[in-house]
């Protein structure tokens, strides 16, 4: 009896070489990648495309002050910080992780948030998209009990693929729905960590709009809920992207007091608050090229 053919799909060959792509890149020294990556981000500057379009938007927003040499400088060196995290995938996902955390090689605030989290009353993490997120997520949760919401692909050899690799270092995976919600407020209840990339555009149900970078975006009251929902202090973190194949400085903080405030409205704004002092201390490292204003109160049309 014959097999049945197995239906090769465009998303089966997307991802497979990505599997290629992130076994060479995992063996590149991290210097040559960001050379392969500046010469990547220089074309995406040089070339119309959307990512620069909607970098050079986002840029004039929220910095009205430059100059259009200033911006176009910007927006040049996000898009390089863009496709340097990239190029870092193989090296976030397919090395050991001892490996992985080997290149984080300064950090600051992590011994007093350490401390926090040894308190056992919860931690709320946000990780920002700034510089490579994915390795920040996996040094700052070390030897902790951590939770970190993310949002499954549809495609299911990548949603095994990112579960394998995130959850490297004993990192619990919750999807961005009502059952990832109730995981992770018992997660905190029982004073564990919690993680959130909380710069995303969430749907209209779990957003509102408070002020970034003096523009109004909608933002998620996922973590002000939980704030209200449990004990949890929160902290804010990031890695910079050190010159020369450096490695990475790893930098974690308390966020803005705001946030704990009982009222929705000046919880949310806290929250972007403390979102945007991260991005102030490396603004070319975030990712400009994600369209955070799409949505708009009157509904008006940004991109």
């Known amino acids: 009896m014959a097999r049945p053919k197995r239906e090769i799909t465009i998303a089966t060959i997307k991802y497979y070489f990505l599997l290629c792509f992130l076994f060479v890149t995992a063996r590149l020294p991290l210097r040559l990648l960001h050379g392969l990556a500046a ?27 430059l100059s259009t040499d200033e911006i176009s400088r910007l927006a040049k060196e996000s898009l390089i910080s863009t496709a340097c995290t990239a ?37 709320i993490l946000l990780a920002p998209h700034l510089s490579n997120w994915e390795i920040f997520g996996l040094y700052a949760c ?11 692909p549809k495609f299911e ?53 408070a002020e970034f970078f ?21 902290y804010c973190g990031f890695t910079e992207r050190l010159p020369k194949g450096k490695g990475f400085k790893l930098v974690i903080h308390e966020a803005d007091q705001e946030i704990y405030d009982e009222d929705l409205a000046k919880s949310v704004g806290g929250l972007n608050k403390t979102v945007e002092s991260c991005v102030r201390m490396t603004v070319a490292q975030y990712q400009w090229e994600y369209k955070r204003f799409r949505r708009r109160p009157d509904g008006e049309k940004f991109y």
């Open 39 to 65: 010469v990547w981000g220089t074309l995406l500057f040089h070339v119309p495309n959307r990512a620069r379009d909607t970098t050079l938007a986002n840029l004039k927003a929220c910095f009205p002050q």
């Open 87 to 123: 190029m870092e995938m193989g090296k976030s996902w397919m090395l050991p992780l001892d490996r992985t955390l080997s290149l984080v090689t300064e950090t600051v605030g992590v011994e007093e948030f350490k401390r926090a989290a040894g308190q056992n009353d919860g931690i």
């Open 142 to 152: 070390q030897n902790l009990s951590s939770t970190f919401m993310y949002q499954p």
């Open 157 to 209: 050899p990548l949603d095994a693929l990112l579960q394998r690799t995130r959850s490297r270092g004993g990192i619990n995976l919750a999807p961005t729905d009502r059952k990832g919600v109730s995981l992770v407020l018992k997660a905190l209840q029982k004073g564990e960590l919690v993680g959130v990339l909380p710069d995303q555009v969430p749907n209209d149900e779990g957003g509102e709009f």
């Open 214 to 234: 003096g523009e109004p975006a909608l933002t998620m009251t996922l973590v002000s809920k939980l704030i209200a929902r449990s004990k949890a202090k929160v």
